[in-house]
């Protein structure tokens, strides 16, 4: 295990970078907070530590920090959301191997309608030939914002779920990555509840998605993936990849030994 940040103390945040977007513990209140603990495929074992508060406008504030146990890359990211869960912005920020990337995703209006404007400028390791890249993709009020390999943006879409409505749910998804030039500008997620599982004596909703990603040759490419959430629509557990055993596999580290008992089937 990695020698952990510990990004909480008293709502002390030791991401000096993020100091201007930390929450103020007087006005906000702290909803949940914990490490995921990411494993599978060689690369990509991580822990994200998170922290999310509620502001007083009824809306909400993720922060995260994404830590490679090689120690190859730290992220850290900021996002706020409306009191119904929407995606209102994002700010980030990582370090690979000395490459610097800083990352802005706003919404803005146009004529053609919502889009999202997402501004990243990289910094190579030696400081010189600073790239500065502006992307932008439509993006409704329903659009989901993500900057990987957080996992926090995906466990929005069981919050957002309508329940009364049930059956498969679309959300369209735009992304941009803070380890490599990787970004997402028309992806789509379809999330459904598989089933309820139990674990650790709480009741465990299990769910599915299905990402629906364009490719470079014009053809589209579908990643399965899983999701459980506990009676509060906290993320517990998430994996990466078909059934019966996903490629990577986060799990809150509090709920490690609960693990075995929320399979993906």
């Known amino acids: 295990m990695i020698a952990r ?3 909480l103390a008293c709502f002390g945040f030791g991401l000096t970078a993020l100091a201007q977007d930390a929450p103020d513990p007087g006005k906000e209140s702290l909803v949940d907070e914990g490490v995921l603990v990411v494993s599978g495929r060689p690369g990509f074992a991580r822990a994200e530590e998170f922290a999310i508060f509620k502001r007083p406008d009824g809306g909400y504030t993720v922060l995260s920090t994404v830590t490679a146990d090689d120690d190859s890359y730290v992220a850290s990211g900021t996002w706020s959301y409306d009191a119904n869960w929407r995606a209102l912005s994002a ?3 990582s370090d690979v191997k000395g490459v610097k990337r800083k990352i802005e995703v706003k ?4 004529a053609e309608g919502p889009i999202v404007r997402i501004t990243r400028r990289t910094t ?6 600073e790239r500065l890249e502006t992307f ?4 409704d009020m329903n659009c989901l914002i ?3 390999p957080a996992a926090l943006p995906m466990s929005v879409m069981p919050r957002r779920f309508d329940v009364a409505k049930g059956g498969e749910q679309v959300f369209k998804w735009v992304g941009v990555s803070y380890t490599d030039d990787q970004v997402l500008l028309d992806g789509t997620a379809t999330l459904w509840l598989n089933r309820m599982q139990k674990a650790g004596g709480r009741d465990i909703s299990h769910w599915r998605f299905r990402e629906d990603l364009p490719g470079p040759d014009g053809q589209t490419y579908q990643m399965n993936s899983h999701l459980w959430t506990d009676a509060e629509r906290k993320l517990v557990k998430f994996g990466i990849g078909r059934n ?4 990577t596999i986060g799990i809150r580290e509090s709920d490690e030994n609960v693990s075995d008992q929320m399979p993906a089937e």
């Open 5 to 7: 940040i510990t990004f």
């Open 91 to 93: 700010t980030g920020q």
């Open 107 to 110: 919404r803005e209006t146009t």
């Open 124 to 129: 190579p390791k030696d400081g010189a030939n």
């Open 136 to 139: 932008t993709a439509a993006c």
């Open 146 to 148: 993500a900057m990987t």
């Open 244 to 247: 019966p055993k996903p490629s």
